[in-house]
């Protein structure tokens, strides 16, 4: 009996706590500005900067494991492949300034799932200074190119061991 009691005594409070109000807001019209039909003119170009590349030997690439937080550093020739977990990464050709061989270095990369049989994750030129223009988009792993690797500097003869130790 006590139960039904209680039962009346709560039905009134449950039937009040059931009202829904809905509240219509004012919302003004949005205003957008109208744009002239002439286009401002910027200017003629009046000069261009072309830097020569130099093809390097390979590049020097970093990986991250996303879950691990593993980071692997790698070196790969042009025209080779090599694998990172389940991904394959091939690289065309790695080039960079002709007077700079450590400025800006950029590699063209293929990037494919399971091994190189599944599909392809990425494909294109890598930026070394902007990794995040051209990036592989991918879960769990990272790659990116960190310089081209270049041919070690030929010792000039003058500079040579034997001379000048008098």
């Given at each position: ?6 039962t009346l ?8 706590a059931?009202d829904?109000?809905?509240?219509t807001?004012p919302i003004a ?8 039909p ?6 003629d170009?009046?000069s261009e ?5 130099t093809v390097?030997e390979?590049a ?7 879950l ?5 550093d790698?070196e790969l020739?042009?025209?080779y492949?090599?694998f990172?977990g389940?991904l394959?990464?091939?690289m065309?050709q790695c080039?960079h ?8 270095a950029y590699?063209?990369l ?13 494909q294109g030129?890598m ?18 190119l960190?310089?081209c690797?270049v041919a070690?500097?030929?010792?000039d003869?003058?500079?040579s061991?034997?001379?000048g130790?008098d």
């Amino acid at each position: 009996m006590r139960r039904f009691a209680l039962t009346l005594a709560v039905l009134p409070m449950i039937a009040n706590a059931q009202d829904i109000v809905i509240e219509t807001l004012p919302i003004a019209p949005l205003e957008f500005e109208t744009l002239s039909p002439t286009p401002e003119v910027l200017g003629d170009v009046s000069s261009e900067s072309v830097v020569a590349a130099t093809v390097a030997e390979g590049a020097m690439l970093r990986g991250l494991d996303k879950l691990t937080g593993e980071r692997v550093d790698f070196e790969l020739a042009n025209g080779y492949s090599t694998f990172m977990g389940p991904l394959r990464v091939d690289m065309a050709q790695c080039r960079h300034p002709e007077d700079n061989a450590t400025g800006e270095a950029y590699a063209y990369l293929t990037i494919m799932a399971e091994r190189g049989e599944g599909e392809m994750l990425f494909q294109g030129w890598m930026i070394a200074s902007s990794p995040a223009l051209m990036a592989l988009d991918h879960a769990r792993y990272d790659v990116w190119l960190l310089r081209c690797k270049v041919a070690p500097q030929v010792q000039d003869e003058s500079t040579s061991e034997g001379e000048g130790n008098d």
